[in-house]
């Protein structure tokens, strides 16, 4: 029985495993009155910042407090 021998592997240039790594983007910042955008509530202003944690956004109808970072909640 003969055994395989471990070769020296190719780098295959269409391998979706040789994608050079992005650097994450920056944090997004907030000050009040700043406007905003929400998935679920809309159109809003910020209200307050408590730095690194949470912001309060008034959205007209309601004021919410969102912790940061907020993935469905755009800065315009």
């Known amino acids: 029985m003969s055994h395989s021998r471990a070769g020296i592997r190719r780098n295959l ?14 944090p997004v910042s907030y000050t ?14 910020i209200i307050s910042v408590q730095e690194g ?3 309060t956004v008034d ?3 309601h004021r919410r407090w969102l912790s940061i970072p907020c993935a469905k909640m755009i800065r315009l």
Do not use: C, M, W
């Open 13 to 26: 240039p269409g391998s979706p495993f040789n994608v050079p790594e992005t650097p994450a983007p920056p």
């Open 53 to 55: 944690i949470a912001v």
């Open 59 to 61: 959205f007209r109808s």
């Open 32 to 45: 009040p009155q700043d406007l905003v955008t929400h998935e679920k509530y809309g159109l809003g202003t």
